[in-house]
């Protein structure tokens, strides 16, 4: 079994291996030590060496003490993040009672009017009001507007944070290679990993515990195309505003900015998709919306009920897609139509 | 010419790399272009340029790519920061200039013209040309105003409202003046402004640019890597090559007396004729029977010449300007004048 108990006895560390060890163990050990073939040899892993020497740590050891570590600053965090994030749940509960306590006859004229007015097209306007009646029709209308407000909300936090981080890395190139592997890393880890050290943090029943971990999942393409939209601004513009003595100020908000818009508008469609993706995961960590009814038909394996609910989140998705594209068209078109 | 200096560039050295400013007495002692790459890694950009560029006269600056024309034109509004030297605009040193002085000074005393127009495309044409009193507070009324004066000038009346991809190259450019002209700055720096265009628009703008000088006496100091054009425009030519000054002066002189064998291969490929002016090759007057010469301005062209006696070659010209008789020269003097010169130094190649 252990292969590197000889190691050990070699090195003269078994009198410290052994300090708090049962001697019959120690006898087993050596016994089984003698016998082991070059065949099994086992890769002196954590938990091999220690079969071997018991004061070597497991691996489960190095996991529970990122716990206990975690558990550690975990008060010194919570007070300094829960203040800090309280607006986030009181924006979510915010929106969630206007979207859902508004009666079904003003907000869908509302909505579609809203859409009609940003997008400047009827045909749109159409196709938000056809969705919306099919929502109420098949009743799930409450989930779809609960998912609506989550995702609103969490988009305006993404781009009021994101456009500003993006506009500073794209102005410092050690800035950006400080947070270009934090973004790498939030959008690879599995989503249900981030959402663990938010479970430790907050209640479960705080709406910014799934506020926080959608936001954090879809603010990367915001940052990410703000970034490259103001790097990628035609070099010679920027010199013509320098000649004619712009400072900074004026020069992000009269060149850079307007000129990355488009590119800013396409990270934030991309950020819409994805707050979409992960309300629905949020589920699991009681946001309400379309995704509690997939949860229930995972859980329940009621296929007819999930089916449906995944497919009012597909009308969902189609429709924030071609409201936010359409948006971002008309961006474009101001700006180079001509 | 007792015209004042207006930009006057001493002992300007650039060496691009970290730590450039070691590196300049090393330049100073003779090390050259290749060595310092090979040895220092940093690239000598431009070295030990004394140029004194006069107000209202048009300076051009020559050389092909590489030749940091390109570079030398960005110091003086200090887009890029020289290693070593002074760039005196009116005297003062603008190094000294820091923050808003800084700032101040490239919107109300040297505006540029690009060669790519550089023209933001967000922006109406009217609104790109007042950028410069945009920049510095004027009214919209006043901006306006200023703007639809220069754009019809320069003949784009009833497209203030368009915006720059609508409009040609060639159109383009002109707002890229506009711009310029709105500034009203004494200093014009061109940049290119004409390579980006076909031959026949780029002709025209040339035209376009010595009439408006006629009337606007601004001090301009044009880039250019084409000799034709560099010597429509010039009053004063500088030839740049690998980031020194092989030579400068009046640009018929240039071509009469080339420096170096550089600038000779330059001069082989233009069309002397059009170039050169009767007083360049004109021989003085010493009381010979001028009877049946023909007059001629001091500035023609010799082409012109040949043409208005329709290539006849027992012709006899005297030139006169202001309605004194200054010199004179016959057909064998054109003929002479068309063999390029060689420069001193033979050139065995």
Redesign the interface.
Known sequence: MSSYSGLFDILGMRDWCDEDKKPSLLSLGKLKGGEANWYDLNFPSLDNLHEACSKVPQTRDFTAGIEDGFLAIRPALRTVLDPLTQPLSWALDGALWLFTSTPWWALVPLLTLLCVFFTKSWKIGALVLSFMLTFLFIDHYDHAMQTLAIIVVCTVICVLVGVPLGIAMSKSDRLQRMITPVLDMLQTLPTFVYLIPLIFLFKITEPKLYGLAIILYAIVPVVRLTNLGIRLVDPDVIEAAEAYGLNKRKKLWGVEIPLALPTIMAGVNQTIMMSLAMVVIASLVSAPGLGTLVLDGINNLRLGVGFVAGFAIVLLAILLDRVSKAALDRVNATQSNH | MSKKVKVSVQGLYKIFGDDGASKVDLVKNGMTKADLLDQHGHVLGLQDINVDMKEGEITVIMGLSGSGKSTLIRHL?R?IEPTAGKILLDGEDILSLQG?DL??????R???V?Q???????RTVAENAA??LE?GGASKQEQRAEAEKWLARLGLKGFED??P??LSGGMQQRVGIA?ALC?HSEVM?LDEAFSALDPIIRSQMQDLLLELQKELHKTIIFITHDLDEALKLADHLVILKDGYVIQQGEPQHIILNPSDVYIERFVTDINRARVLRTRSIMKPLAGQDLGVALPVSADDNLESVIEMVNGDTSKSFVVESDGQQLGYFDMHDIVAAMVPQRAEEEWVG
């Open positions: 509004n887009l808003d700032l101040e000074m490239r919107r109300t040297m505006s540029m690009f790519k127009f550089a023209l933001f495309p967000h950028l410069a920049v368009s915006y991809n609508q711009r500034a720096l």
